[in-house]
């Protein structure tokens, strides 16, 4: 089965850092994107970043040249290092990866940035 475990969410002020984890339980390289979503309070779960297979990245508008999402494959891991953060990114942040069939989800991590 299948398992992606997210860690390193937590409470930070604006301005700063965190780098978030998401740890899986088989090859990175079986998905086809891995990637990170976030959830806030009553708004749709929305794309963050993501990387393909063949190492492309795509980043939301909103968190271009702040977040840089990176993998390391020997430890099947999925980073996503978050700079300059800003109160409106407190939410959910879920990893995701694209399987042949289907999607796979971590549980969430929360993340809180204060003002």
């Known amino acids: 089965q299948v398992q992606l475990v997210e860690s390193g969410g937590g409470l930070v002020q604006a301005g700063g850092s965190l780098r978030l984890s998401c740890a899986a339980s088989t090859p990175i390289f079986a998905f086809a994107v891995t990637g990170w979503y976030r959830q806030a309070p009553g708004k749709q779960r929305e794309m963050v970043a993501e990387?393909?297979?063949?190492?492309?990245?795509n980043y939301a508008v909103f968190v271009k040249g702040r977040f840089t999402i990176s993998r390391d494959s020997d430890k099947n891991t999925v980073y996503l290092q978050m700079n300059s953060l800003k109160p409106d990114d407190t939410a959910v942040y879920y990893c995701?990866?694209?399987?042949?069939?289907?999607?796979?989800w971590g549980q969430g991590t929360q993340v809180t940035v204060s003002s």
């Open positions: 995701n990866g694209k399987g042949f069939t289907r999607d796979y």
């Open positions: 990387v393909t297979r063949g190492g492309s990245t």
